[in-house]
């Protein structure tokens, strides 16, 4: 009888753990180049805005369980581009972003605490170090994370898999990652407003 308990037991295991689902890994590098960064930067003088688009990564993402997400994404600093050829030139420069010495923007997130859902939709407070010119910052900004099944063929026909679409809006401040500290904020304000707009794919 035990023995019969027991198998009963494997078997119901056996047959519902793969329903829960596991992290999907999700490929943040748009072959279209779609995926963006916006900045703006509204000093009393000017108003600076700007986007990038030279953005990879990875993020793991189960549906089921939003909190496990994990993930790094990855900024080019390199494709940070203003209309003004000249402040392009002094932003990609040593004063300010130092692209030579430091072409990347990271943001590793570290945990998620989810929020409402509302169909394939969660908003999710994530907790992760954002690195910038080599200083590193914990930091938590609210993200919208949309899981879309089977979609990947809506962007890309030959393909077959799924997408997750990443929104977030946040502020940082310049000050905070050495990156001209103190100077000319009449014209180019500490304070840096971000709009990530980003989809990753998963691939069967």
């Known amino acids: 009888m035990k023995n019969i308990v027991l198998q ?3 078997f119901l295991l056996a047959t519902t753990v ?3 689902g596991a992290p999907q890994s999700f490929d943040f590098k748009d072959p279209k180049g779609v995926n963006n960064v916006v900045f703006k930067l509204d000093a009393p003088l000017e108003s600076i805005n700007g986007t ?12 089921a369980a939003p909190a496990s997400l994990k993930g790094r994404i990855v900024l080019a600093t390199a494709s940070l581009h203003v209309g003004n050829p000249t402040m392009k030139e002094h932003m990609h420069g040593k004063d300010w972003m130092d692209v030579a010495q430091h072409p990347e923007i990271v943001f590793e997130a570290i945990s998620a605490r989810p929020g409402a859902a509302a169909g394939d939709t969660v908003t999710a407070d994530v907790t992760g170090k954002l690195t910038v010119k080599g200083l590193t910052k ?3 900004i609210p993200v919208k994370l949309t899981y ?9 026909p030959q393909k077959q898999g799924d997408l997750l679409v990443i929104r977030s809006t946040f502020k940082i401040k310049r000050s905070d990652f050495g990156i001209n500290a103190g100077k000319a904020e009449d014209k180019v304000a500490d304070e840096i407003e971000l709009n990530l707009s980003l989809a990753g794919m998963a691939p069967r």
Do not use: C, Q
């Open 148 to 156: 879309l099944k089977d979609r990947l063929k809506d962007r890309f």
């Open 138 to 140: 914990e930091m938590t």
């Open 8 to 10: 009963n037991l494997v």
């Open 18 to 20: 793969p329903l829960w």
């Open 52 to 63: 990038a688009s030279g953005i990879s990564g990875t993020v793991h993402y189960d549906p």
